[in-house]
């Protein structure tokens, strides 16, 4: 069976601005800001910091490593790794397939909340106008009893835009759209943190958020916080960088590019809780209040307590309206399309479909379930729901699994650090191998044990049990199944691959693939 060329980056910064638009999220903007007030302001930028370089980055490397050794989606390199290895590429490729049909959704909130900002059509109740008038949310969850089209029509809008720059391909679609996207997202939110620092009261939010607390310092939560942080914001544990680095040429610095996704994911983040926190400096201000009780994170945050902000302003509330919820709409874009391409990769390794092909039929699946089941009055409790369940019982546990499998089973971590240092300009140490074989899965395991632990005490959110069991519990367990069962399906083209791979290893040759000269 003759082998498609796959597909490659134009650029190395081609590579890093979509690897960056991947990590460069909503959470950046509306998670990092609470985070770090509610964990020590100043503080906790030594633990942040320190979750960065011994969890963040190592991590980063791992999957760049895997990817550009294999140059392949997640779970043929996780096969080619170890049969049994395949599971884990497939639960993540399941992982987002679950977080892209409701990541949409709010892309799509977002880019409806431009129009309204320029109108201030919230009036004198953001809250009310949010889930009553836009989203028309059902009193309790269930099932769906009707849908709205002024959440419809946007979310239709955003899928085609996402869809029509994954067929264009890796080079032409991906690569040329975080070219625009990045260098525009950086400059509207540049502009937007400048609006916000004129603000009267902008200072005693900026006091809020960076005044240190150093006796944080002494509580495992706020390093918890800090490590969950730094792993929820950079795409890692669920196949995007293990997808992207496989498009990557046979030169490429693994090491340096991993360094500076990091720090640019991170510098967003703090130029994200300047911003957000001289704008809630000003609400406090106006209201008389202290910045406690205005801050938030979260839906909260963008569509409730920002639309106030936007009304209180003096003047120019429209524009900084504009500017935010545009900064929502092209982060959110830039990620989601991460998240599709890992799909869609995987599809296109198993099935051999082309680009054009696996894109109109996976794509088309996704968009297909987000449009059916997020624009209804019940629609943001499923988004609730999916995104607590998958993010700490998916993205999570599957990152855990996988450094326990590669680093503790396998023990392939000196493998894949020999790869990296025979292509990057920095060389990786012991202190690579130690950071992923004990400090993070340690981590990660004393955050699934706290997590599950707070989960079986109480309902979260008040959810009724026969909901969090279907669209919680039955969500994330059901992407491990599907895992397991999809990696029982016989593939032919993974073993004859598999075992090229171990006559290499065997042989001492580091080259994976001849398709890629």
Same mark, same amino acid.
């Given at each position: 069976?003759?082998?498609?060329?796959?597909?490659?980056?134009?650029?190395?910064?081609?590579?890093?601005?979509?690897?960056?638009?991947?990590?460069?999220?909503?959470?950046?903007?509306?998670?990092?800001?609470?985070?770090?007030?509610?964990?020590?302001?100043?503080?906790?930028?030594?633990?942040?910091?320190?979750?960065?370089?011994?969890?963040?980055?190592?991590?980063?490397?791992?999957?760049?490593?895997?990817?550009?050794?294999?140059?392949?989606?997640?779970?043929?390199?996780?096969?080619?790794?170890?049969?049994?290895?395949?599971?884990?590429?497939?639960?993540?490729?399941?992982?987002?397939?679950?977080?892209?049909?409701?990541?949409?959704?709010?892309?799509?909130?977002?880019?409806?909340?431009?129009?309204?900002?320029?109108?201030?059509?919230?009036?004198?109740?953001?809250?009310?106008?949010?889930?009553?008038?836009?989203?028309?949310?059902?009193?309790?969850?269930?099932?769906?009893?009707?849908?709205?089209?002024?959440?419809?029509?946007?979310?239709?809008?955003?899928?085609?835009?996402?869809?029509?720059?994954?067929?264009?391909?890796?080079?032409?679609?991906?690569?040329? #759209?975080?070219?625009?996207?990045?260098?525009? $997202?950086?400059?509207? !939110?540049? &502009? %937007? *943190?400048?609006? +916000?620092?004129? /603000?009267?009261?902008?200072?005693?939010?900026?006091?809020?958020?960076?005044?240190?607390?150093?006796?944080?310092?002494?509580?495992?939560?706020?390093?918890?916080? #800090?490590?969950?942080?730094?792993?929820?914001? $950079?795409?890692?544990? !669920?196949? &995007? %960088? *293990?997808?992207? +680095?496989?498009? /990557?040429?046979?030169?490429?610095?693994?090491?340096?590019?991993?360094?500076?996704?990091?720090?640019?994911?991170?510098?967003?983040?703090?130029?994200?809780?300047?911003?957000?926190?001289?704008?809630?400096?000003?609400?406090?201000?106006?209201?008389?209040?202290? *910045?406690?009780?205005?801050?938030?994170?979260?839906?909260?945050?963008?569509?409730?307590?920002?639309?106030?902000?936007?009304?209180?302003?003096?003047?120019?509330?429209?524009?900084?309206?504009?500017?935010?919820?545009?900064?929502?709409?092209?982060?959110?874009?830039?990620?989601?399309?991460?998240? *599709?391409?890992?799909?869609?990769?995987?599809?296109?390794?198993?099935?051999?479909?082309?680009?054009?092909?696996?894109?109109?039929?996976?794509?088309?699946?996704?968009?297909?379930?987000?449009?059916?089941?997020?624009?209804?009055?019940?629609?943001?409790?499923?988004?609730?729901?999916?995104?607590?369940?998958?993010?700490?019982?998916?993205?999570?546990?599957?990152?855990?699994?996988?450094?326990?499998?590669?680093?503790?089973?396998?023990?392939?971590?000196?493998?894949?650090?020999?790869?990296?240092?025979?292509?990057?300009?920095?060389?990786?140490?012991?202190?690579?191998?130690?950071?992923?074989?004990?400090?993070?899965?340690?981590?990660?395991?004393?955050?699934?044990?706290?997590?599950?632990?707070?989960?079986?005490?109480?309902?979260?959110?008040?959810?009724?049990?026969?909901?969090?069991?279907?669209?919680?519990?039955?969500?994330?367990?059901?992407?491990?199944?599907?895992?397991?069962?999809?990696?029982?399906?016989?593939?032919?083209?993974?073993?004859?691959?598999?075992?090229?791979?171990?006559?290499?290893?065997?042989?001492?040759?580091?080259?994976?693939?001849?398709?890629?000269?």
């Amino acid at each position: 069976m003759v082998q498609q060329t796959r597909e490659q980056w134009g650029t190395r910064a081609g590579f890093l601005m979509a690897a960056i638009g991947s990590a460069v999220g909503l959470g950046n903007i509306w998670r990092f800001p609470y985070i770090a007030y509610d964990n020590g302001g100043g503080a906790f930028l030594v633990p942040y910091l320190v979750a960065l370089l011994t969890a963040g980055i190592p991590l980063l490397i791992l999957e760049y490593s895997i990817g550009h050794r294999y140059r392949s989606s997640a779970p043929l390199a996780y096969r080619r790794i170890s049969r049994p290895a395949e599971a884990i590429g497939w639960w993540q490729v399941a992982i987002c397939f679950v977080i892209a049909v409701y990541y949409g959704a709010i892309i799509a909130w977002s880019a409806s909340y431009i129009w309204f900002s320029v109108t201030e059509a919230w009036g004198d109740d953001p809250n009310g106008f949010f889930f009553g008038e836009y989203l028309q949310m059902s009193e309790t969850p269930g099932g769906v009893t009707g849908y709205v089209p002024a959440v419809a029509l946007p979310l239709i809008a955003v899928w085609v835009v996402v869809l029509a720059i994954l067929a264009l391909g890796i080079r032409k679609g991906v690569e040329r #759209a975080n070219r625009i996207f990045i260098p525009l $997202l950086v400059v509207l !939110f540049l &502009i %937007m *943190v400048v609006q +916000a620092l004129t /603000l009267e009261g902008a200072t005693t939010g900026l006091d809020a958020l960076f005044t240190p607390d150093w006796s944080a310092m002494l509580d495992g939560g706020v390093w918890v916080a #800090a490590y969950g942080q730094i792993f929820f914001s $950079l795409s890692i544990g !669920f196949g &995007i %960088m *293990v997808t992207y +680095a496989s498009y /990557l040429k046979r030169k490429a610095d693994l090491t340096g590019s991993a360094m500076v996704a990091g720090f640019a994911n991170s510098s967003f983040e703090l130029l994200a809780g300047i911003g957000v926190f001289a704008a809630l400096g000003f609400m406090a201000t106006a209201a008389g209040s202290a *910045v406690d009780e205005v801050a938030t994170s979260g839906i909260g945050l963008a569509f409730i307590a920002f639309p106030q902000i936007i009304s209180t302003l003096p003047f120019g509330g429209s524009m900084f309206g504009v500017l935010f919820f545009a900064s929502l709409v092209i982060a959110g874009l830039s990620s989601l399309i991460s998240i *599709v391409e890992v799909v869609v990769s995987a599809v296109q390794d198993r099935v051999g479909l082309g680009r054009l092909q696996a894109v109109l039929m996976v794509g088309g699946v996704i968009a297909l379930v987000s449009v059916l089941v997020f624009p209804t009055h019940e629609g943001l409790y499923y988004l609730d729901v999916f995104d607590r369940f998958i993010n700490q019982y998916g993205i999570v546990l599957a990152a855990l699994v996988t450094l326990i499998v590669f680093g503790w089973v396998l023990r392939r971590l000196p493998v894949f650090q020999e790869h990296t240092n025979a292509v990057s300009s920095i060389r990786l140490g012991a202190w690579w191998k130690i950071t992923l074989g004990v400090i993070t899965p340690i981590l990660l395991g004393f955050m699934m044990w706290d997590s599950l632990r707070a989960e079986l005490a109480e309902n979260y959110g008040g959810y009724p049990v026969g909901f969090l069991l279907s669209a919680g519990w039955g969500v994330a367990i059901g992407a491990i199944v599907i895992g397991v069962v999809v990696a029982l399906v016989p593939w032919r083209r993974a073993d004859r691959m598999a075992a090229q791979d171990a006559e290499r290893l065997k042989s001492g040759t580091t080259d994976t693939e001849e398709g890629d000269r």
